[in-house]
Structures are given as structure tokens and as C-alpha cells.
């Protein structure tokens, strides 16, 4: 299992591709779970490895800032049963906030960018 190798720590950022470029992270616990807003189950949800990644190849960003990885995973905890909000609770923004960060969701942003570009382009031609 992922959490067994050495290289992997508590309070890690988790992510795997979905369809080739949809993004999912989570955080990895001591207990060797991740905790994730969860689209597919509709809400903030603690799992196995094998659950969150359901299939897919994961990668270990680390850390996203130097907050204690136990703060991290204290907080997530405290959000099991958050709703899922694909445009302001999805799975980057939450373990943004875990990490004290801004909000946010470069994934979405992207998309929203490149949709809007779509838009333009239509609108012009």
C-alpha cells in the first residue's frame, strides 16, 4: 500500500487523474486513510488508499504549506460530512483550508478560464 513506503508521511497532499486531467487530492493520515471532498461520494469523506484512488495512480505532492501535518488532518476531520460543491467545496479547495491556505481551485480556475475563451471565440466567429 502507498502509506507503508517511507516516503509518504501524514499530512501529505494526495492527488490521482481522472479521465486523464481531472485532478482529485486528499490528505493522508497516520492511520493510513485520506481524508477528501469527495465528488463521488458527495461529500468530505476519510477512506481507504485503495478507495481514494479507486484505480487510478496516485502522486505525493507533500505538504502545501508548514503547518503542522497533525493541524492539517485535525481539521479535515472536523469537515467529515461537508457537502461536496464542485465550484467552492471541491477537493483542492479543501485541502487548501486544511492547510490554511487561500481557497482556492487551479483546476477549476483553468477550466473556467478556458471556457470562457470557448465563449469568446464563438462569439467573435
Known amino acids: 500500500m502507498l502509506y507503508k513506503n517511507r516516503d509518504n508521511k501524514a499530512g501529505d497532499v494526495l492527488r490521482i487523474r481522472i479521465y ?8 493522508l493520515t497516520a492511520e493510513g486513510t485520506v481524508i477528501s471532498s469527495s465528488r463521488r461520494n458527495g461529500a468530505v469523506v476519510e477512506e481507504s488508499v485503495a478507495s481514494f484512488a479507486n484505480g487510478h495512480k496516485i502522486t505525493n505532492i507533500g505538504p502545501l504549506s508548514d503547518v503542522p501535518p497533525h493541524t492539517a488532518i485535525a481539521y479535515a476531520r472536523t469537515r467529515l460530512g461537508q457537502k461536496y460543491k464542485i465550484f467552492s467545496d471541491n477537493c483542492q479547495h479543501f485541502v487548501r483550508k486544511c492547510y490554511k491556505l487561500k481557497s482556492t481551485s487551479p483546476q477549476r480556475d483553468t477550466m473556467l478560464a478556458i471556457g470562457l475563451a470557448a465563449l469568446a471565440f464563438i462569439a467573435v466567429f
Not at 20 to 27: D, K, P
Open 20 to 27: 486523464g486531467f481531472v485532478l482529485h487530492e486528499g490528505i
